[in-house]
């Protein structure tokens, strides 16, 4: 995690935690993917195939590898210094390699099967045993942030956060769109599309689905809001706690004053934008068999002339 070894943050442990809560606005974004083209690939085998294994390969590339590994030190150290939660942070760690297990058989199954298969029985039963690693995965999520949240890092010392963040290793690919296009161009073209949330390049979805599948995506918002509200609070009370005289407390007013701004017009912009794309997807999906049978109606006529 470049964050905590290129700009020496004051408080190492905040950034590491940071870079933790931010993994899982990126994981969850991608679950979502997953998600969708989960739904379609019965439907469009070789489309949704892409997807889903450049999605796969993400996970065991950059959560298997580096995310997990963080997590498991972190928890080995808050277990050394205090047994609370000793078996909550060894069943995650379990689930650490279960998982991997699991999304490594998951995107071998998906490369290796024919597009006939993938559009019978067998990409049906896919498609379940995909469901229940995306509901294990979100359980998982949601009992480590409760860790996290529990402040059970207010136990370790500079000592143990300076085992936990050496050798850190890269940050999260998907906050850089050309490393992802070059890695993993299936599942960048379809984080990057915008239409991709109009429902114009896929097949029919029914309006319920795109209803769920957007209230997923507002989930998804407002929890990485609340991630960042949370981050931004804790960081503006430092600032003002470490002022040392009427000068610096002027500057550090500052920079929250800039930052408060900042953060707002993201609590505006965001929400606009999946309000945008909800309506537009929603009125689509259910336009787009009338438009359809319109089309079908048309080629009969030319095709009968
Ligand atoms: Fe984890
Ligand atoms: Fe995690």
């Known amino acids: 995690m470049s964050t905590t070894q290129s700009s020496k943050p004051s408080n190492p442990g905040h950034a590491f935690m940071r870079a933790l809560r931010q993994d899982h606005v990126g994981l969850s974004r991608v679950m979502r993917e997953i998600d969708t083209q989960a739904h379609r690939l019965t439907e469009d085998p070789e489309g949704a195939r892409a997807i889903l294994v450049d999605a796969f390969r993400y996970l065991l590339r950059y959560h298997h590898a580096y995310h997990h590994p963080r997590e498991d030190r972190l928890f080995a150290h808050i ?5 609370e939660l000793e078996q909550t942070l060894q069943k995650l760690s379990h689930e650490h390699e279960s998982g991997e297990q699991e999304t490594e058989r998951l ?3 998906l490369t290796h099967a024919s597009s006939e ?16 690693y995306l509901r294990h995965t979100r359980t998982h999520m949601r009992h480590e942030e409760t860790v996290f949240y529990s402040r059970a890092e207010r136990v370790l010392t500079d000592e143990d956060w300076l085992a936990i963040t050496a050798d850190d290793g890269p940050d999260d690919p998907i906050t850089d769109i050309r490393t992802m296009r070059a890695s993993y161009p299936a ?3 379809s984080l990057d599309d915008p239409t991709s949330h109009l429902g114009l390049n896929r097949p ?4 319920s689905n795109e209803l769920r599948l957007q209230v997923l995506a507002l989930t998804d ?7 960042e509200a949370i981050d931004l609070t804790r960081t503006n009370f430092r600032r003002l706690k470490s002022a040392r005289g009427p000068v610096s407390l002027v500057r550090a007013a500052g920079t929250i004053y800039a930052d408060n701004l900042r953060f707002a017009g993201q609590c505006v912009t965001r929400p606009s934008r999946w309000a945008v794309n909800t309506g ?10 009338y438009m359809n049978d319109q089309q079908d109606r048309t080629g009969e006529q030319f095709g009968g002339e």
């Open 79 to 83: 277990r050394a210094r205090d047994d």
């Open 221 to 227: 918002l407002y929890g990485g809001l609340m991630y």
């Open 204 to 207: 029919e979805r029914s309006s």
């Open 280 to 289: 537009a997807g929603l009125i689509v999906g259910w336009l787009k068999p």
């Open 107 to 109: 995107a071998d199954d």
């Open 117 to 132: 298969d993938l559009a019978g029985e067998y990409g049906a039963a896919l498609v379940n045993r995909i469901n229940d």
């Open 187 to 189: 599942l960048a073209r």
